[in-house]
């Protein structure tokens, strides 16, 4: 595999953890504007770790994804009892605060003679763990897709098993969820911070698959991207998502054919999308219908 | 010190018309539409962009500009609501929402892809020097921009009140149902609330740029958290509330940046939109009501 | 151009659909010029659904509405009223927070006769006195009955051929619902065609010339007041012990 290609993939997988938050939380019946600020939490948390603090990756993305359960708790205490729109605000001015944060961060430690550390709107360098550790591209690639299957593998369990209903049920009718003795907000809140881990973790990593972050990369084109991926994608299985990403970054990124113009074509591309699908290509019915047609013939 | 507290309020309150504009538009499709346009702010630096190509390529004056940066907002405003708006009036807000913002993302593209350099000088309203009462300052940009926030909001005031469009408007926001067996023709009025409500925001997107006399594509999303944000200081909806809350927002941020610093000046915006959400989600003025359907 | 025997208002084959769920099966049913036509049902039978479809707030699935001749089926609610058919419908739908006098204008909207839109609102004031000493306050917080005066009244401002209304009486005292009643039988006097949703059986016996029966998205009966009143099931589940 070219290192193009390697590095392609590896994006796609990377970015496919923040559009699995998003999609958690849209199964759910919620919109957050905001996961992009737990992936960010991630990732300066498990930069923290590992280049600060010498801590090895497996525990720092542990770290992370804690960081970003929490964060996303925290976040969804006040705000998850409100209804669409105003929740969606609500964790776009959440995420924006973080990425402030994250520019106003100045917290740096020696390391071998230099600074290493965020640096608040310079970013935060040298990242080098995985170098360090010797591992190659293809080997990081294949840890990513590792821990991605992982998380995809929990979900396809957590959607067969009652826990899966009840997610979809609270996000067709909360009424009726709530008249069958579920405790809504303490169920939201938790998938708010199971997300919140989920997004941490891919945060992490792509701290560590690009050495270098800074604020920027976590403002609301990440946040709006991750749920344009879960939408357009698809909500009726957690496959959707990754066709989301496969389809903007493999497709139009990576073939370089739009190249210039992918903003434009991805964006009119949702925006058609939304209006004849609006639960995206492998919504609920197609997938319905799929299992349906798969069943019959075995 | 005590001038220069007066003299940040006067910052404040010129910044703050220019917000309260920004809002006017935003709950007018708000009110309509009970709808977030995210692409409201990218619409206006649409027509930013445009006049100033028609700058850069021809010899063109400043009410010409004004008229251009308008236009652009408008016909961009056109192109958000037939592809984003029409088509969910009876779908999903959210869905509605995250389409304006993938058009958020062609207008960025398109603006960049003409104007490569992102960053462009803007001709200024005035080039005189600012007036000057004792120590205090008030630069000619920011009277401008305060009589056309009074102008606007007292003229839409009248519209909404006194005609057979301002009745229809507001038979819209009470009731669209009813207003369809009024034989209101609702679809209609409501491209019609889109047009206008993006005309004041790009008069307020050319009013910003001339004053800072220069125009990057931030400008989109800068518009559109400021418009958002006072309006929801002003209360959801109502009209009256987002011009006092668009000059609200403004004393706040000329104080807090004086005495923080621009990030704690965003941050704290950032976290009075959260608080206000968590705690009041209608608006620092409206008790409750005004149901807003997800 | 309406032919003198043709009905006013012509409901064949109509479907409308919630989804997968038909809430309207192919409904058939007629009212005549210058008539009452009362439509009676259960609660759930598409009483409403036949209004809103009829008004063109609902789009039908399939079959036919002719409204003077012409077919409205699937047109605009707007381009109806503009036809001359007009809906009061169920629970009023006021504008709540605009003013009762503006409320009445928004039922003229479409008619650009300043002058004559002028009279016609002294003339509401004078059948309804009580929007009258209302008329600058806000919709939201008349009464009900004052309300369903004033859906009535805002009906009226368009100069409909007919008035459709879903049931007037629901929710309000037996004092108003005479009232309501009576300004029906008023408006047919005048000349109005009225085509009335109403779960009082008593009430519209009064004053409706034909009946029709509606039960789980089709019309089951098809009658004068009388035959009505002879059919042994309809009188025991509309006019029976319930109230005398």
Not at chain 1, 260 to 276: E, K, P, Q
Not at chain 2, 84 to 97: D, K, L, T, W
Not at chain 2, 230 to 237: D, K, Q, T, V, W
Request: aromatic share 8%; with cysteine; net charge neutral.
């Amino acid at each position: 595999m070219s290192e193009y290609a390697i590095g392609v993939f590896t994006n796609i997988g990377l970015i496919s953890f923040i559009a699995l938050s998003a999609y958690l939380l849209l199964i759910a019946g919620e919109m957050s504007f905001g996961q992009q600020g737990f992936f960010g939490v991630g990732a300066y948390v498990a930069g923290v770790a590992t280049a600060m603090y010498g801590i090895p990756l497996p525990v720092a993305a542990l770290l992370a994804m804690a960081a970003g359960a929490a964060a996303a708790f925290l976040v969804g205490l006040p705000t998850l009892r409100l209804r669409g729109l105003y929740f969606a605000m609500a964790t776009l001015a959440a995420a924006e605060m973080l990425r402030i944060v994250f520019e106003l961060i100045h917290f740096q430690r020696e390391v071998e003679g230099e600074p290493v550390g965020p640096d608040g709107t310079q970013g935060f360098r040298g990242i080098r763990w995985v170098f360090e550790a010797g591992i190659e591209p293809q080997d990081f690639l294949a840890i990513v897709w590792a821990s991605l299957a992982l998380a995809l593998a929990m979900f396809v369990i957590v959607e067969r098993s009652r826990l899966g209903a009840t997610l979809r049920m609270l996000g067709e009718d909360p009424e009726l969820a709530r008249s069958l003795g579920i405790q809504v907000e303490r169920f939201k809140l938790g998938i708010a911070a199971a997300a919140g881990a989920l997004a941490g973790l891919g945060g992490a990593l792509y701290a560590h698959h690009n050495t270098y972050i800074e604020p920027r990369n976590f403002d609301i084109m990440l946040g709006v991207h991750s749920l344009a991926y879960a939408l357009i994608g698809g909500l009726g299985t957690v496959f959707g998502p990754l066709l989301g990403v496969l389809i903007d970054i493999g497709l139009l990124e990576g073939s370089r054919v739009f190249q210039g113009y992918r903003m434009i074509v991805f964006g009119g591309l949702v925006a058609v999308l939304l209006v004849f699908r609006p639960r995206g290509l492998l919504d609920e019915r197609f997938v319905h219908r799929l299992r349906h047609r798969m069943f019959r013939q075995t | 010190m005590f001038f220069d507290l007066i003299q940040n309020t006067l910052d404040g309150l010129a910044m703050g018309s220019s917000y309260a504009l920004l809002a006017v538009g935003f709950t007018l499709i708000f009110g309509v539409l009970r709808r977030v346009n995210l692409s409201y702010g990218p619409a206006i630096m649409f027509g930013g962009y445009c006049a100033t190509w028609v700058h850069l390529n021809f010899q063109a004056g400043l009410l010409a500009l004004a008229i251009i940066t308008i236009a652009g907002a408008v016909l961009a405003g056109a192109y958000v609501e037939r592809l984003c708006f029409a088509p969910h009036r009876q779908g999903s807000a959210i869905a509605a929402m995250v389409a304006s913002f993938a058009l958020w993302m062609q207008f960025e593209e398109a603006v960049t892809l003409v104007m490569p350099s992102h960053v462009y000088d803007f001709p200024a309203m005035y080039d005189g020097p600012p007036f000057e009462f004792g120590s205090l300052t008030l630069r000619m940009e920011a009277l401008v921009m305060l009589a056309c926030a009074v102008a606007i909001s007292y003229g839409l005031h009248r519209v909404l009140s006194g005609s057979r469009f301002g009745l229809a408007v507001r038979a819209v926001i009470d009731s669209p149902v009813a207003a369809q067996l009024a034989g209101i023709d609702v679809p209609r009025v409501l491209l019609q609330v889109f047009l206008l409500a993006s005309s004041i925001g790009g008069l307020a997107g050319y009013l910003i740029v001339s004053t800072h006399t220069q125009i990057t594509p931030m400008l989109g999303m800068w518009s559109t958290l400021k418009g958002l944000l006072a309006m929801m200081i002003g209360g959801l909806g109502s009209l009256p509330g987002a011009v006092a809350g668009g000059l609200v927002l403004g004393v706040l941020e000329a104080h807090s940046q004086w005495f923080l610093g621009p990030q704690s000046r965003d941050l704290l915006a950032f976290l009075l939109l959260f608080g206000l959400l968590a705690v009041r989600p209608y608006g620092l003025w409206r008790a409750s009501s005004a149901e807003a359907e997800a | 151009m309406t032919r003198k025997d043709h009905p006013l208002l012509e409901v064949s084959e109509l479907v409308t659909a919630y989804g997968k769920i038909e809430a309207l099966k192919g409904v058939n049913l007629s009212v005549e010029q210058g008539s009452i036509t009362c439509l009676l049902g259960p609660n759930g039978a598409g009483k409403t659904t036949l209004m809103m479809t009829t008004a063109g707030i609902l789009k039908p699935r399939g079959g036919s509405i002719r409204f003077a001749g012409t077919e409205i089926a699937g047109r605009a609610p707007h381009a109806i009223v503009a036809q001359g058919v007009a809906l009061v419908p169920e629970n009023r739908l006021v504008f709540p927070a605009m003013t009762v006098i503006d409320n009445l204008q928004a039922g003229a909207y479409q008619r650009r006769d300043r002058v004559e839109t002028g009279a016609d609102l002294e003339r509401m004031f004078a059948r309804f006195p009580r929007l009258k000493e209302r008329s600058a306050q806000l919709a939201g917080t008349l009464s009900g009955g004052e309300q369903q005066m004033l859906a009535v009244a805002r009906a009226l401002m368009s100069r409909p051929k007919l008035l459709l209304m879903d049931e007037p009486s629901l929710g309000l005292a037996p004092l108003v619902v005479e009232e309501i009643f009576r300004i029906i039988a008023d408006l047919h006097m005048d000349g109005a065609t009225i085509f009335l949703v109403e779960q009082n059986a008593h009430m519209a016996l009064k004053v409706a010339q034909h009946f029709y029966l509606m039960e789980q998205g089709k019309v089951t009966f098809s009658g004068t007041p009388g035959a009505m009143a002879e059919d042994e099931v309809i009188r025991r589940a509309y006019l029976g012990s319930a109230k005398a």
